[in-house]
């Protein structure tokens, strides 16, 4: 029997993309798979309805309780939970360690679930790698609100008033968001540094005509993450860095690591080194930011700095995120449907590293310790 996939419309706030396209719903159904897509599930993202030709529309009753296999952008509520029927399997970001609840939830209704930013950093996983391909949009969204927030041009100018020098950006994080922002500032003319904690970075960093700050700190980590810094190493990268960023015009950040707060880099006396008129855009703000006075969702000013910290950036580019994203969960499913079926490989390394909850249990042992340990 052919497996019914659906995609609800979004409820999270200001959640404006949608789980598939018209063009990854074609593909899944030209693999046998029934899609059903919820009535207006693609306005927000400028897919109208018309445009998913390979979809069977339906009313919200319908696209939960008549579904195998739901695929998701933004985590669900527990009255979507409640909503799908027990055993169903469930696709989408997660974030288990912000919502114990809803972890709890989906192992009490027996769903099979599969968190995207838990499919593991290797080669072979890179086009499903949904993380990286929302952080290259949350990076290139980063310069342009930098440029749009700052009191000065990016490029250098030549004007009847004289020449007016570039600004100076800086990057802290050279992860795939921030290799798209010192990529996007560089397009806008900005004069572009960058560190990041990971060495192997420098080559990438300079090969986009941005400069390589290095402070003589290191924190090569597993699976192209870095490593926590131990308090020392916090302590010499924070007094390194300050000289810079008292000369940036806009400082980025991005570092970030999964299933903890934000690391602070940016102490409030940093800031307030800063120039007036400073940018400070702190993409790290899901986790609580980077910088001290970081309020996430807010833009706030501190002696003449201007901090900004958005959340759900990839949104705010809905079409192409959408687009992205359904691509990578085609490459990530396409394996584990066999004609129509949905048939996971649970010896594959994939899939069973990048799965929360299974047959009522947390099978993701760091979700599972977190939250056991919560209970106790």
């Given at each position: 029997?052919?497996?019914?996939?659906?995609?609800?419309?979004?409820?999270?706030?200001?959640?404006?993309?949608?789980?598939?396209?018209?063009?990854?719903?074609?593909?899944?159904?030209?693999?046998?798979?029934?899609?059903?897509?919820?009535?207006?599930?693609?306005?927000?993202?400028?897919?109208?309805?018309?445009?998913?030709?390979?979809?069977?529309?339906?009313?919200?009753?319908?696209?939960?309780?008549?579904?195998?296999?739901?695929?998701?952008?933004?985590?669900?509520?527990?009255?979507?939970?409640?909503?799908?029927?027990?055993?169903?399997?469930?696709?989408?970001?997660?974030?288990?360690?912000?919502?114990?609840?809803?972890?709890?939830?989906?192992?009490?209704?027996?769903?099979?679930?599969?968190?995207?930013?838990?499919?593991?950093?290797?080669?072979?996983?890179?086009?499903?790698?949904a993380l990286s391909s929302q952080a290259?949009?949350?990076?290139?969204?980063?310069?342009?609100?930098?440029?749009?927030?700052?009191?000065?041009?990016?490029?250098?100018?030549?004007?009847?008033?004289?020449?007016?020098?570039?600004?100076?950006?800086?990057?802290?994080?050279?992860?795939?968001?921030?290799?798209?922002?010192?990529?996007?500032?560089?397009?806008?003319?900005?004069?572009?540094?960058?560190?990041?904690?990971?060495?192997?970075?420098?080559?990438?960093?300079?090969?986009?005509?941005?400069?390589?700050?290095?402070?003589?700190?290191?924190?090569?980590?597993?699976?192209?993450?870095?490593?926590?810094?131990?308090?020392?190493?916090?302590?010499?990268?924070?007094?390194?860095?300050?000289?810079?960023?008292?000369?940036?015009?806009?400082?980025?950040?991005?570092a970030a690591i999964p299933g903890r707060?934000?690391?602070?880099?940016?102490?409030?006396?940093?800031?307030?080194?800063?120039?007036?008129?400073?940018?400070?855009?702190?993409?790290?703000?899901?986790?609580?930011?980077?910088?001290?006075?970081?309020?996430?969702?807010?833009?706030?000013?501190?002696?003449?700095?201007?901090?900004?910290?958005?959340?759900?950036?990839?949104?705010?580019?809905?079409?192409?995120?959408?687009?992205?994203?359904?691509?990578?969960?085609?490459?990530?499913?396409?394996?584990?449907?066999?004609?129509?079926?949905?048939?996971?490989?649970?010896?594959?390394?994939?899939?069973?590293?990048?799965?929360?909850?299974?047959?009522?249990?947390?099978?993701?042992?760091?979700?599972?310790?977190?939250?056991?340990?919560?209970?106790?």
């Amino acid at each position: 029997m052919s497996v019914r996939m659906s995609v609800p419309r979004e409820t999270a706030s200001g959640e404006l993309r949608v789980a598939l396209d018209p063009v990854v719903a074609g593909r899944f159904a030209q693999m046998g798979v029934t899609v059903q897509l919820e009535r207006d599930a693609g306005a927000a993202a400028h897919f109208p309805d018309a445009a998913y030709e390979s979809a069977t529309l339906l009313d919200t009753d319908a696209v939960y309780g008549e579904t195998d296999l739901m695929v998701r952008v933004a985590p669900p509520t527990l009255a979507e939970i409640e909503r799908l029927p027990e055993g169903a399997t469930l696709v989408g970001f997660f974030y288990a360690h912000r919502s114990p609840d809803v972890v709890a939830a989906l192992q009490h209704r027996r769903i099979l679930s599969f968190a995207m930013e838990l499919v593991p950093r290797i080669s072979r996983a890179q086009s499903m790698d949904a993380l990286s391909s929302q952080a290259a949009v949350a990076g290139y969204k980063a310069a342009l609100m930098g440029a749009d927030l700052s009191c000065r041009f990016f490029p250098m100018l030549t004007t009847a008033a004289g020449t007016i020098r570039p600004s100076k950006v800086i990057v802290i994080g050279a992860g795939v968001a921030g290799l798209q922002a010192i990529a996007t500032a560089r397009r806008l003319g900005a004069m572009v540094e960058a560190y990041d904690v990971r060495s192997a970075t420098k080559e990438q960093v300079e090969s986009l005509g941005a400069k390589f700050l290095d402070l003589g700190v290191k924190a090569e980590g597993e699976g192209g993450y870095a490593r926590e810094l131990t308090e020392d190493e916090k302590k010499q990268q924070q007094e390194a860095l300050a000289g810079f960023i008292a000369k940036a015009d806009v400082l980025i950040t991005t570092a970030a690591i999964p299933g903890r707060p934000s690391p602070k880099l940016i102490p409030a006396s940093m800031v307030s080194g800063m120039k007036p008129g400073a940018v400070i855009v702190d993409l790290a703000a899901e986790g609580g930011g980077n910088c001290e006075l970081t309020e996430p969702g807010q833009t706030v000013e501190h002696e003449g700095v201007i901090i900004h910290g958005p959340l759900n950036v990839p949104s705010q580019v809905a079409l192409h995120a959408s687009e992205m994203y359904a691509k990578n969960l085609l490459n990530f499913l396409t394996p584990m449907i066999q004609d129509g079926e949905f048939k996971p490989d649970w010896d594959d390394e994939v899939v069973a590293k990048s799965c929360l909850t299974r047959d009522g249990e947390i099978v993701h042992a760091p979700t599972r310790e977190a939250i056991q340990g919560d209970a106790s």
